[in-house]
């Protein structure tokens, strides 16, 4: 019997074997037959032999491939099978535990026929939780849709939407353990699970509510010539008036205030700072009622309307809503918040 070493030699050898046959410079050859003293030539020409012989080594590296690709599957197939295997029987432990547990300790005996409605009863349940999943799927498929469109029209930039997912608490969407062990909420139902998730934690971290109660926009978010000027700029924020008379401005998302005081360009201003790197900006305020530090939530009371710092335009409110430094139209971000906790109650 040929010892391991010699087969291991040959395999060493095999790559330069191919690479010889592959390059070899391959000549005529011509077969003479004879036949009742009849002589017959064959000629086998060199292009013949070196196309068969490169064939032969396709073919057979191909075949060694696919040997391989299937024995490959083969021991998947037989791992996951175990598995199953393995998963069933945790299963039937746990039936006869609790039916133990319902005969007063006593270990459960089942008949054959039991055992056939226990099967049976198992593959219905998973059938039912099975189609439930898939049910489940195409709901927040269509969920996923309907939110990606209302964030298309809040005007955030992708720029803008990656700041928000990478300051949100979990730091992006990371499937729990229990739903990566669960074989029914991979694949595409994971997929399905990780956007809804990555979307809800852009939406809600927009704020929902407004600064003042009633009011008419004297100056919107964009492109406008500058009241004291007369050139045109890029308007960071909205000038809000009230139409009521009620001055008071609330914070439009519970936070922590990080700035009260005075700026040469805005006034009297506050900066509250809420989660997922949003910021929110009052300033022109004629008062302030609150300080550096505070814990501050929608019926907070910021201050009042005024017309302080660089200010023609009578008493208005400029308000401002900043995702990682950058300014974001407050209209559309709040309309779009609103929209969507709307969805949310009447899905409840």
């Known amino acids: 019997m040929r010892s391991a070493y010699h087969y291991l030699t040959y395999i060493r050898r095999l790559p330069d074997l191919i690479k010889l046959t592959w390059t070899r410079d391959y000549q005529d050859v011509q077969l003479i037959l004879e036949q009742s003293g009849d002589l017959k030539y064959f000629k086998i020409p060199a292009s013949f032999q070196r196309y068969f012989a490169r064939g032969f080594i396709v073919s057979g590296l191909f075949l060694t491939v696919l040997i391989l690709i299937l024995s490959v599957s083969t021991l998947i197939l037989g791992v996951s099978r175990a598995r199953l295997e393995h998963s069933h029987k945790e299963v039937y432990r746990a039936l006869l535990s609790s039916a133990a547990d319902n005969n007063g300790g006593e270990a459960a005996s089942l008949n054959d026929e039991q055992m056939v409605a226990l099967a049976q009863t198992i593959r219905d349940r998973d059938m039912s939780i099975r189609r439930f999943v898939e049910t489940s799927m195409v709901i927040v498929s269509e969920e996923n849709n309907t939110l990606k469109a209302q964030l298309e029209t809040s005007g955030l930039t992708e720029k803008i939407v990656k700041i928000i997912q990478q300051n949100s608490s979990s730091g992006g969407f990371s499937m729990d353990s229990d739903i990566q062990s669960n074989p029914l909420l991979r694949g595409k139902v994971a997929e399905e699970l990780a956007t809804n998730r990555s979307l809800r934690e852009v939406l809600y971290a927009l704020p929902v509510h407004r600064p003042v109660a009633n009011f008419s926009v004297l100056s919107d978010f964009g492109i406008r010539k500058h009241p004291l000027t007369g050139k045109s700029h890029f308007h960071t924020g909205l000038d809000l008036m009230s139409e009521t008379g009620d001055d008071k401005v609330f914070a439009v998302k519970p936070g922590i205030v990080v ?90």
């Open 259 to 348: 700035m009260s005081g005075y700026h040469p360009q805005y006034g009297n201003t506050v900066v509250i700072r809420h989660l997922n790197g949003v910021e929110s900006l009052y300033a022109h305020l004629a008062k302030l009622t609150v300080k550096v530090g505070d814990k501050v939530t929608t019926e907070s009371l910021l201050g009042y309307i005024g017309n302080t710092g660089e200010s023609s335009t009578g008493q208005h409110l400029h308000f401002e809503i900043l995702v990682g430094g950058y300014p974001v139209n407050p209209q559309k971000v709040i309309r779009t918040a609103q929209y969507v906790q709307q969805i949310q109650n009447s899905n409840k």
